[in-house]
């Protein structure tokens, strides 16, 4: 990669500081202190240990040459052909190698499709709890966006596999969509998009029709990522079936037949999309390929829905990816670039953008251990953490995503105009953003999740409830003045989502209501992160972070009245500075 030699001499050329250098050559891990830091309180200390050499690794590769690669991937977007070089009708999409390098990294040498699947990747005897999993997927995306769509599906696919197939299913494609040699690997897909419904599922127009031992599917798929995936989960509705989601099965469809031939499906062009541009997203035409129903045919809808919940989980660790690699890049430029005399990063304004920058940041990043965390323990058995994933799947997906796209903004702008240019990061990681809050719903369809399903249909606000006061219970070192406030922040959140999901004519107030929820969870989680890591090493600078959630997200504002701005710029010198804050300091800057 000679571009990314030349882009490393240019960040060790002094005349860059003019401009001010990238983040070409940065460490990932070894510069997000905080990502460590929940991995600990998150991961037993054994497994922690083993995993931190590979995560060290990927970040090196992620702030270096996976990020080149990524670039070239995105430039040079996959290609279709509809024959071979012999004139036979055989469809194939052509990708740059920088694409298969990042294929390479991320199904070979980490397995992070396969990681809570598959015992033994990298070295480790069991399964990778969520929480492990997603801290690979963090930073990987730093690097590349648009592949980890293709390694969600996989990982999707692999799961509604192990889960709902039959033993003879499950035997001939489950090792390999968790294999983690390249020359075995099986990745999958999952089409479900039709131009008569989006999120409206139940509207599909695919039927299956019942042949021996398989089903023959007609119809269209408007919107397939990893379009040639060679193991692609759908929905269609069963010959004689009812209309709506009761009516829809499951099933799982090969790209090639046992004889080698091609399945009766064909990829009727590529789509020509704002970003994520390295993967192929395409239209799919069936006309009587075979698929094998996975499941009972009439839970199909419900079945599918369970890998969009953990996929939203995905959605929202890759959408804070992006957030931290904005972060990354809006500090690089203001720690290096001198304009009127001052260092960006030394002036009043510029401070308080990288705090809005920071802030949305770390609140998606505990926001994602959480959730993590309660799919962890949903899968352990806890019908709690069950309850409590419903509600928090949803709601970080929500908020997560859309603020990405304001972080990724404000970063380009902190960059200036050549923050604009294709050639950095920052032009790359606005357009990928705009991704999240679309992939596995729209922002309306979400809220109207969390609100109207998630508490009003399963009661799902009792355990985010018990969950938040829980941990402010175990709130060590945390002033009670402090801790009572967050709790009364946290029960009029809640009691808010429970009157609009209470009455159908409240809908309109659904997505303030899921901000609302998002915010006052992830104050609390930010206060109880900062006992936890003050025990460990002496920090409790999330506490601050967890009192500008309350003055910026959840505190009502006079427009016209003046920020204190001692105390405001206390706390922001306390949090840009590198020094690691005690409880008493930190606990008397956020009561000020």
Known sequence: MQEHSQNRLANSDPRSALLAPDTSGMNFYRADPALSDLLRIHLPDAL??????????????AGGYLDECARLADRHVPVLHQRDRFGRDVQWIEYHPAYRELERAAFGEFGIHAMSLRKGIMGWPDKYPVAAKHAFTFLFNQAEFGLGCPINVTDGCAKLLANFGSEALKQKY???????????????????????????VGSLTTTAVEEGDHWRLHGEKWFCSNADAKVVMLLARPEGAGPGTRGVGLFL???????????????????????????????????????????RLDRGFVQMAEMVNSSRLSN????????????????????????????????????????????????????????????????????????????????????????????CGDAMEMRGGIGYIEEFATARLLRDAHLGSIWEGTGNIVAIDALARAIGRHGADSALAA???????DSAGIPNTF??????????????????????????????????????????????EAGRIHEMRGDARRLLLSRLVIDHRLASADPFRLAD????????????????????EAAELAAS
Not at 175 to 200: A, C, I, P, R, Y
Not at 271 to 280: C, E, F, P, Y
């Open 174 to 200: 489950l090792d390999g969509l968790t294999q983690t040699d390249m020359n075995k690997l099986t990745q999958g897909g999952q089409f479900m998009t039709e131009k008569e419904g989006g999120s409206d």
């Open 565 to 584: 701005a001692g105390a405001q710029r206390a706390i922001t010198d306390a949090l840009l500075d590198e020094r690691a804050l005690g409880m008493a």
């Open 48 to 61: 922690f240990r083993h995993i931190e050499p590979y995560l060290d690794r990927l970040g090196g590769l």
């Open 316 to 407: 929202g660790v890759k959408s804070t990816a992006l957030m931290r690699r904005a972060y990354h890049d809006a500090m690089t430029v203001a720690k290096s670039r001198v304009v009127f005399g001052s260092r960006i990063i030394d002036l009043p304004l510029a401070r308080r953008q990288l705090m809005k920058i920071m802030l949305a940041t770390e609140q998606a990043l505990s926001m994602s251990f959480l959730t993590a965390d309660a799919l962890d323990r949903a899968e352990a058995g806890s019908q709690d953490a069950a309850l409590l994933l419903r509600i928090l799947t949803p709601t970080l997906k929500f908020r997560a995503t859309r603020d990405a796209r304001k972080v």
């Open 467 to 473: 969950d938040l006061h829980a941990r402010l219970d």
């Open 253 to 295: 469809m090969p790209r090639t037949l046992d004889d080698g031939s091609p399945n009766a499906y064909r990829i009727v062009r590529l789509k020509d999309k704002l970003g994520t541009r390295s993967m192929a997203s395409g239209e799919i035409k069936l006309e009587g390929a075979t698929a094998y129903a996975v499941g």
């Open 483 to 528: 801790r009572d406030r967050l709790r009364r922040l946290a029960d009029s959140a809640i009691e808010f989502a429970r009157k609009v999901a209470g009455q159908r004519e409240n809908e309109t107030e659904a997505r303030r209501a899921t901000s609302l929820l998002y915010h006052a969870a992830s104050a609390v989680a930010l206060a109880w």
